[in-house]
């Protein structure tokens, strides 16, 4: 249970990071 938590945390900090990277290149793109 433990470690499916962890996962999970992992998994949505990088979603985070590639939003955040997206979002930048969006930016810089306008």
């Known amino acids: 249970m433990f470690i499916l ?11 985070r990071k590639q939003f955040l990277m997206i979002k930048k290149l969006e930016c810089s793109n306008l």
Do not use: E, R
Request: aromatic share 10%.
């Open 5 to 15: 938590k962890m996962k999970i945390i992992t998994f949505t900090k990088q979603k």
